[in-house]
């Protein structure tokens, strides 16, 4: 429900690269001018101060980019654990699922063998009913055998006397009346047989239905579980990325730390040389001083040794003459010797001066060849995550539009039946979304990953006709979903208050609105949805029943039918 922005840690890099580049440039600009005429030391410590300055500079904005990829590494992690417990939960419920299904199959087994032997009761009652009729059909031919018309004939062909006979319909009347009981018997046993058999019958088509719901209800856990394992996945993925760019960034605080440390060094060194100069102009001074007041001294004295003998005046003027040409030769190889000294000390500054520099050169390079090998890495990689984006998303869309072709001739050939209450559903799953996207950033489409917009999108690209919908469709730019209705209608796309199936929520509160897609319309108005970025952050998430026209951040202001 936001735009991309600018990437942050590249405007950063940027600016760390341009501080780094500033330090060298105040470093190299002093060695051009050491070549140029003899670098003074107080310009070198004011040059050294204003590289010092801009390493500091660079230094804050690498830690504060280094506390700013703490945070969206802290951010992430977060998002991972909440996503591992809607998996646990899903999980959960999935195994829940699966012990009910186990169950159901079990009674439905149980209920199937009890039907098998209520039908062979009955088989067998029939069986038996049928060998008690014959049983009677026997006896009552008996019996007429040995009725009076009979008896008579028998009385005549046999021997045998008349109350034997009598006696033989007697026990023949006895047997016909006890197959009849028996036959009846047997007809109720088979009646009662028959009634349970039916009311097993109607106990087994229950539980065979209750398997079906069951087998259902697990098919829609196993696919939610499935769900939030690839969000898992892709949310994990993130904090992988997340960690790296941490570490990138510590890398270079040290890095920048390091480089002030370098400077701070050279500073402090420039300053114990300052001040060795100075001492040294001061002990030029004092002896340039103590010098004219021994010339001084040295011409009083001469005037005194005038004064006092003239004879002695050549004399005094020859040892006054060795006098001085001895001093001017001992001053003159002091000179020497402390303009040497004062040479090799110049030498030495700059030949530490110099190792300075390029130890400094060389540790900024390192960083720059460091940076620009983690960039180039990080952009191969993304560029690697955006190809199998692309991949999957086109193999994603094949498999929806093949699956959606399939539902519409299934459902067009149940159209004829009278409509009930039961809600049309439609596939409410993320789907293959998180593998396609599995990065934190800008998705193929142009949507920022992870917000109700960027699954929307994807949804419109993998189940309708309009297969290459992106941010800017056709010159027309759809950005937040507040703008989607109005962006949708510049298109040609209808939008209006009738929800149904695979069609595109949307609502205009907030400040960036908000989209999710229909999944089922109920009798009663209400509608099921599935969205990203609304229960969970960033995440996936289904709502049942939700009443659409209540307005607010529940409900929703139209439909747009891509």
Avoid at 113 to 131: C, F, P, S, W, Y
Avoid at 526 to 541: Q, R
């Amino acid at each position: 429900m936001r735009l991309p922005r600018s990437s942050q840690p590249l405007s950063r890099r940027l600016r760390r690269a341009i501080g780094g580049s500033v330090v060298l440039a105040l470093i190299a600009g002093g060695a051009a001018t050491s070549t140029a005429r003899a670098e003074t030391l107080d310009e070198k410590q004011q040059r050294l101060q204003q590289a010092l300055d801009v390493s500091k500079a660079s230094l804050r904005n690498s830690r504060d980019e280094a506390a700013s990829s703490q945070v969206d590494l802290t951010t992430s992690q977060t998002r991972l654990a909440t996503q591992q417990q809607l998996l646990s939960q899903a999980t959960a419920d999935a195994d829940a699922a699966r012990s009910r299904d186990q169950l159901l199959g079990t009674r439905l087994k149980t209920a199937q063998n009890a039907l098998a032997k209520a039908d062979k009761d009955v088989a067998d009652g029939k069986t038996r009913l049928a060998t008690e009729r014959r049983h009677y059909t026997t006896s009552m031919n008996r019996l007429v055998q040995q009725s009076s018309p009979l008896q008579s004939l028998a009385l005549i062909t046999t021997n045998t006397d008349a109350a034997t006979m009598a006696q033989r319909a007697q026990w023949s009347r006895v047997a016909v009346n006890v197959s009849h009981d028996q036959v009846d018997k047997v007809s109720r046993l088979v009646t009662r047989l028959q009634t349970a058999q039916k009311t097993q019958a109607a106990a087994t088509k229950q539980a065979a239905q209750r398997k079906k719901e069951s087998a259902d209800h697990l098919r829609t856990t196993t696919s939610i579980e499935a769900e939030a394992s690839d969000a898992a996945d892709a949310v994990a993925a993130t904090v992988a990325l997340n960690t790296a760019a941490a570490e990138n960034a510590q890398a270079q605080l040290e890095a920048d730390q390091d480089a002030t440390t370098t400077i701070q060094t050279q500073i402090d060194t420039t300053t114990r040389q300052i001040a060795e100069a100075k001492a040294e102009a001061a002990r030029k001074a004092a002896e340039e001083r103590a010098a004219k007041a021994a010339a001084e001294k040295a011409a009083r004295q001469k005037a005194e040794a005038a004064e006092k003998a003239a004879r002695q005046k050549a004399e005094a003027a020859r040892k006054a003459a060795e006098e001085r040409a001895a001093k001017a030769a001992a001053a003159q190889k002091a000179a020497a010797a402390r303009a040497a000294k004062l040479e090799a000390q110049k030498a030495a500054q700059e030949k530490a001066r110099k190792a300075a520099a390029a130890r400094t050169a060389a540790q900024k390079a390192a960083a720059r060849a460091a940076a620009a090998k983690a960039a180039a890495k990080e952009k191969a990689a993304r560029q690697k995550a955006v190809a199998a984006s692309n991949k999957a998303a086109r193999a994603a869309a094949s498999s929806e539009r093949r699956k959606n072709t399939s539902t519409k001739k299934s459902s067009s050939s149940k159209k004829s039946s009278s409509s009930s209450s039961r809600a049309k559903r439609s596939s409410y799953t993320a789907g293959s979304y998180s593998a396609v996207a599995n990065y934190n950033g800008v998705d193929p489409w142009g949507f920022y990953w992870g917000q109700c917009v960027s699954y929307a999108a994807w949804k419109v690209r993998t189940t309708t006709s309009w297969s290459n919908f992106q941010n800017y469709t056709n010159g027309v730019h759809f950005g937040n979903a507040v703008n989607w209705g109005y962006a949708a209608r510049q298109i040609g796309v209808r939008v209006d208050t009738s929800p149904s199936v695979g069609s595109v929520a949307w609502r205009t509160s907030g400040s960036a609105g908000h989209v999710a897609w229909v999944t089922a319309v109920h009798g009663d108005g209400t509608i099921d949805v599935a969205e990203y970025n609304y229960l969970v952050s960033s995440g996936f998430d289904t709502r049942t029943r939700v009443n659409w026209s209540a307005g607010g951040s529940q409900g929703f202001v139209g439909f747009i039918h891509f």
